[in-house]
């Protein structure tokens, strides 16, 4: 669905039929225990830019708010985790390197032949 920054994630929740306003966050809202959200938190959120770049579905993201000054705004940041190879800590545009081999065109570079 379309947040309110105008992305699309699989998260976001709006119920507009027959008038109603109610919009969440069910990343955040899921979370033990639970992070309120906020509209204002879309607009910085990493996690559509996540799920237009990796699609794993062992990828857990885990998300907390900071703020990067103390009385600044709170922004969305997510920790990664891989239920399949159980690491966490690597970028989540990418991946954890090992659910999703890259081509062989990729890992051995170009061969003589290729060049021009």
């Known amino acids: 669905m379309r947040t309110p920054a105008g992305k699309e994630c699989s998260?976001?929740?709006g119920n507009y039929f027959r008038g109603r306003s109610q919009?969440?966050?069910?990343?955040?809202?899921?979370?033990?225990?639970?992070?309120?959200?906020?509209?204002?938190?879309?607009?910085?959120c990493p996690v559509p830019g996540i799920q237009l770049a990796n699609t794993c579905p062992y990828m857990v993201l885990k998300p907390?708010?900071?703020?990067?000054?103390?009385?600044?705004?709170?922004?969305?940041?997510?920790?990664?985790?891989?239920?399949?190879?159980?690491r966490s800590g690597f970028d989540p545009h990418i991946g954890c390197g090992e659910c999703h081999k890259l081509p062989p065109e990729f890992e051995e570079g170009f061969?003589?032949?290729?060049?021009?």
């Open 64 to 86: 907390k708010l900071v703020r990067k000054l103390p009385f600044g705004k709170q922004e969305v940041r997510v920790q990664t985790y891989c239920r399949k190879t159980e």
């Open 11 to 13: 998260y976001f929740y």
């Open 23 to 44: 919009e969440e966050c069910r990343l955040l809202g899921d979370n033990n225990p639970p992070i309120l959200w906020k509209r204002e938190l879309c607009n910085t």
């Open 111 to 116: 061969s003589d032949s290729d060049s021009v």
